[in-house]
């Protein structure tokens, strides 16, 4: 290949339900690769299955892959010079290639199908159908058709396509066409060493951002399933650009490691910007003043996109629920609260004072300081596990804590 060459990759989903993490992970590979070698990342859908592919499946994937951040140079919404990029709108396409294959003989009908000739040397593979007796044409057959007219250079996909390579081959040669460059990246396994499916929970991008999953980690998640850059975990999406090279793919299954990814976003949310954690907020808890310190007292416990709101919440609400659970835990100081809430009242409102007037007001009754702080936590809070609660008492204000004291 020319190194004159634009480099051109694509995804060519089938939409017949949603976007599954296996095909996020060749969409992203293709992406990533396109985007390092300033390429062209094309998409085009395969609805040639006319009976299962619906408008909602081709939304579902055009959402998941916006969701990831994988923008599309040419494909449906974008348009672009190769279209169309619906196989269903191609079919006077392929008609005109598979009259060039029957008038050379390369290929003959029967029983209302269209049947290519086999030319492996070897006999292992028979002459196979490239149109049914509908109309349609067959994948074999209508892929080679597309990356040969979109000019894709490189075609990066899953190895359960490794059994196809011969016979597109086959097809390419017949019509004189470039082959492009075929990299098969390998499949992904559930934890007990299954084709991921159902049974091992979600499987599409759309359940994952549903359960709380930032785009940033699945995308980096999904890049380590068969991808490996020394013994590096944490990707942002520039790593990621500036390291993944198709050579560092790895030739064995991946497994799909629920809490591996669960630790990712966990990382990631870690080490998000605020105003990136802002996103996630609703607009009247923006308006607090000290939401910039409640997000960065409360971001290292966050676990998940819906924590993000729940760890501002108690700061920023008048009233909180406690629990059924922990009603008996926060009851067991009540009857100190009402004292408590007095010297509070007329504490230095500084987290050290604040703990020391707690810890004092403890001492003097003769208990342990965690027989106070504990239902204190729960009472302020609604939980019994917080950032520590003297900085969180400093935030929530003095007139708020020694009002739900004194509830």
């Known amino acids: 290949m020319s190194e004159n060459v634009q480099i051109r990759t694509r995804f060519a989903p089938s939409p017949t339900g949603y976007l599954h993490v296996g095909g996020a992970r060749t969409a992203l590979f293709n992406w990533l690769y396109a985007r390092k070698n300033n390429g062209k990342f094309i998409l085009r859908i395969e609805d040639t299955d006319r009976a299962r592919s619906t408008p909602e499946a081709i939304q579902a994937i055009l959402n998941g892959l916006r969701w990831l951040g994988l923008d599309w140079d040419e494909g449906p919404e974008a348009g672009g010079d190769f279209g169309p990029y619906f196989q269903t709108q191609r079919l006077e396409i392929y008609n005109k290639y598979l009259a060039e294959l029957l008038s050379q003989k390369t290929a003959y009908e029967k029983d209302g199908a269209v049947y290519f000739k086999s030319t492996d040397p070897d006999g292992n593979i028979e002459d196979f159908v490239i149109r049914r007796s509908d109309g349609m044409p067959v994948y074999n057959y209508a892929v080679v058709i597309d990356d040969a007219l979109m000019r894709i250079t490189h075609i990066i996909r899953g190895d359960d396509h490794l059994s196809n390579t011969p016979r597109q081959v086959m097809i390419y040669k017949a019509l004189n066409l470039a082959v492009p460059k075929i990299v098969h990246v390998p499949m992904i396994l559930g934890p007990d060493g299954q084709r991921l499916s159902k049974r091992h929970g979600a499987t599409s991008v759309e359940e994952y951002a549903k359960q709380g999953v930032l785009p940033e980690a699945m995308v980096n998640y999904l890049a380590r399933l068969g991808w490996a850059y020394k013994d590096q975990e944490f990707f942002t999406r520039a790593d990621l650009l500036e390291k993944f090279s198709l050579n560092k793919v790895g030739r064995s299954a991946a497994i799909f490691d629920n809490k591996k990814l669960e630790w ?18 609703p607009a009247e808890y923006l308006q607090h003043p000290k939401i910039d310190k409640i997000l960065a007292l409360s971001q290292s416990r966050m676990k998940t ?44 409102w500084q987290t050290e004072a604040i703990e020391k007037t707690v810890r004092g007001f403890a001492a003097e009754q003769n208990l342990d300081a965690a027989q106070i702080i504990m239902p204190l936590r729960i009472i302020l809070t609604g939980s019994n596990v917080s950032p520590g609660i003297f900085e969180v008492m400093e935030l929530l204000g003095q007139e708020l804590t020694v009002a739900r004291l004194s509830a």
């Open 305 to 348: 996109v819906g924590h993000i709101a729940k760890s501002c919440a108690y700061f920023i609400e008048k009233e909180i629920t406690i629990p059924a659970e922990l009603q008996a835990a926060a009851e067991s100081a009540r009857k100190y609260l009402p004292e408590l809430a007095v010297r509070l009242k007329a504490a230095v």
């Open 264 to 281: 990712l976003n966990a990382e990631h949310i870690k080490k998000a910007s605020l105003s990136r954690l802002k996103d996630f907020l």
